[in-house]
């Protein structure tokens, strides 16, 4: 379980939005919505420890008991899915998966696993090509496994889905849903769209600026 208490995002320790309190259980989604630049993202950068300098996090976090926030953020084990794939570029499809392995086994087994992951999420043959060969849709979806393939404790979604055109948009919606139920995560969900949040989360929080 990821629990909140009272998280805000804070300029010169002045905090800009109400307290965010919450609970989301292994395998369900909790959507933070509210206008853009009230501090969506921010919270989820605070979480992952990658929060933009000149603003301050306020509040705990917790995952399974043990405090986030006395953590580095390399030892959070956070899985982040951005609007941007940001896929490594000079990187095939299987060595974008590959990196994200934990560490172990033969170059060969590794790339052997690559593969059959692929074609779980309908990239099979794929494996050789670039980033750039592939299309919208291939590469949000090469970027969810990767992420996955990590082995993060939660997910932090921010905006995934924005770029997506309205077909691959409801896709991936149902294809990050079945992954976190299937991996048994907590996941939040950052969006400004109502369908990404009503389809996908057991709970919306509105965020609320101060001032």
């Known amino acids: 379980m990821l629990e909140l208490t009272s998280v805000q995002i804070a300029h010169k320790r002045q905090a800009l939005i109400k307290p965010v309190s919450a609970s989301v259980n292994n395998g369900e989604i909790v959507a933070l919505m509210g206008p853009s630049g009230v501090?969506?993202?921010?919270?989820?950068?605070?979480?992952?420890?990658?929060?933009?300098?000149?603003?301050?996090g306020l509040g705990q976090a917790s995952l399974d008991g043990l405090q986030l926030m006395q953590l580095a953020p390399e030892q959070r084990q956070l899985g982040l899915l951005q609007q941007h794939p940001l896929l490594f570029p000079h990187m095939t499809v299987a060595e974008n998966l590959m990196f994200a392995m934990?560490?172990?086994?033969?170059?060969?087994?590794?790339?052997?696993?690559?593969?059959?992951?692929?074609?779980?999420?309908?990239?099979?043959?794929?494996?050789?090509?670039?980033?750039?060969?592939?299309?919208?849709?291939?590469?949000?979806?090469?970027?969810?496994?990767?992420?996955?393939?990590?082995?993060p404790n939660a997910l932090l979604l921010d905006e995934p889905f924005s770029k997506l055109d309205k077909s691959l948009r409801q896709e991936m919606r149902q294809l990050v849903k079945q992954a976190i139920e299937k991996a048994n995560i907590p996941a939040i969900l950052v969006t400004h769209d109502e369908d990404d949040a009503t389809q996908l989360a057991v709970q919306i929080i509105e965020l609320e600026a101060l001032g």
């Open 102 to 151: 934990p560490k172990g086994g033969s170059q060969t087994e590794r790339y052997r696993q690559a593969k059959l992951h692929l074609a779980e999420v309908g990239l099979q043959g794929l494996e050789e090509r670039l980033p750039e060969q592939l299309s919208g849709g291939q590469q949000a979806r090469l970027a969810l496994l990767r992420t996955l393939l990590s082995k």
């Open 39 to 56: 501090g969506k993202s921010s919270i989820l950068a605070y979480l992952s420890g990658s929060l933009s300098s000149g603003l301050q």
